[in-house]
């Protein structure tokens, strides 16, 4: 395991360097559920997490937008019954950032530390 999800992120700039596609391959070793999607002409990072029911992805939910909050980073969030897609991108730069992956790690963590999640 690596230590993505203990750093922290940076000030979303419009001038910051996008990630590298090295630096993409080197931060996907840590996460293998995360897909690259491009939509929009924007990549983006894509994960579907499942739940029994609607009441528990709603509280994942919860907890992801409060690690938003906390970071100053937000996720696109879609909510159904027992199913959450979580996608993480850097409007700034209409693109991948290592905040993304940094998010993507500790969404993971919030997961792993959810015995409702799967
Ligand atoms: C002012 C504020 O920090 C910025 O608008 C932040 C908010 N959250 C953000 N979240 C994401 N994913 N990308 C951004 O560029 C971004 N910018």
Request: proline share 3%; charged share 30%; aromatic share 8%.
């Amino acid at each position: 395991m690596g230590n993505l999800s203990k750093q922290h992120c940076e000030a979303c700039r419009a001038d910051a360097e996008p990630a590298s596609q090295a630096e993409i391959e080197d931060y996907r070793r840590e996460l293998p559920s995360w897909e690259i999607l491009e939509r929009e002409s924007i990549r983006r990072l894509e994960r579907v997490f499942t739940f029994k029911n609607f009441k528990q992805a709603l509280a994942f939910t919860n907890r992801v937008g409060e690690l938003a909050e906390e970071a100053g980073h937000h996720p696109a969030l879609l909510t159904e019954w027992g199913k959450v897609t979580v996608i993480w991108w850097t409007h700034a730069i209409k693109g991948l950032h290592k905040n993304d992956f940094v998010m993507a790690a500790k969404t993971d963590e919030a997961a792993r530390t959810d015995e409702a999640a799967k």
